[in-house]
């Protein structure tokens, strides 16, 4: 009697329950690419049972590629995306500390065209994947990484839609905004002090301008990284992590990209 019962308990959850809902496998591995004579690494991770899903391209901060990127990327695999953290600074390039990060980031901040290379690099790493449909792909980015996305867009890079956490919103040159296909979205703390007012209006009319397809949404109570565990908790430093913006960012990530990619992806 009860292996009848557990016979019928396990045809039930499997029917309740299929197999395409159990947890994905994730694999990841290194990539080497190059730009000239500079030797790049991003990382790579994707599920195994997909043979084909859309990617997404991942934008580091200042210190580079970490474990908090190839986090993201396993993250967004599990979404049922090929996710690539690419590289900006170079194989084994990595600041020690803020003011290293400070002088790196500020490197391809003062050279757009430099920093746009790069970007579009990565992308094309990403979309040269087998597992990738080439024509559907977005960016996410965090900081340094959420300007670049914004640099990606602004060069023209074919992607359905960016993702800006909590990144700088300059608009150095507006007249670029006119490049932009891609739909956009600005994921911003409220008290974020190292992005001033005037940048953050700038950036509203050049993508009004360019009749750009936005949306931004604005944490309360969040300063800049607020999605970074490592930013430390003390909002004074003006970069401090918020577990409540985190997750609602996320969300809102996850929205914009079943719109952009109109439920392509079979969760």
């Known amino acids: 009697m ?3 019962l557990c016979a019928v308990c396990a045809t ?8 395409s809902q159990a947890r994905a496998e994730i694999q990841t591995k290194r990539v080497t690419y190059q730009d000239g004579d500079t030797t790049l690494e991003g990382f790579l991770a994707w599920d195994t049972e997909k043979t084909q899903a859309p990617g997404v391209l991942v934008v580091h901060q200042w210190m580079g590629l970490t474990k908090y990127e190839q986090r993201r990327c396993k993250q967004l695999a599990e979404l049922g995306y090929v996710a690539f953290a690419l590289d900006i600074y170079g194989q084994g390039v990595r600041p020690e500390n803020r003011q290293q990060a400070a002088e790196m980031a500020g ?4 050279d757009r065209d430099l920093y746009r290379r790069r970007l579009n690099l990565g992308l094309e790493q990403l979309r040269g994947q087998p597992n990738v449909y080439p024509e559907q792909t977005a960016a ?35 007249e670029d905004g006119k490049n932009i296909s891609a739909e956009v979205l ?13 940048d953050i209006q700038a950036f509203i009319k050049e993508l009004n301008d360019a009749d750009v397809d936005w949306q931004m949404n604005i944490y309360s109570g969040a300063v800049h990284s607020f ?14 992590y918020n577990e409540r913006a985190d997750k609602r960012s996320w969300e809102a990530m996850k929205s914009f990209f079943d719109e952009i990619f109109r439920d392509e992806v079979t969760r």
């Open 2 to 4: 009860r292996l009848l």
């Open 12 to 19: 039930f959850l499997s029917a309740t329950f299929p197999a």
């Open 107 to 110: 490197k391809y901040k003062s």
């Open 140 to 174: 996410i980015g965090y900081c340094f990484g959420g300007t670049g996305v914004l640099e990606l867009a602004r060069s023209g890079a074919e992607v359905r839609g960016v993702v800006s956490f909590h990144g700088g919103l300059d608009s150095p040159s507006p």
């Open 186 to 198: 600005v994921l911003h703390g409220a008290d974020d002090p190292f992005v001033p007012e005037q």
């Open 227 to 240: 999605t970074q565990p490592m930013a430390g908790n003390d909002n004074s430093t003006g970069a401090a």
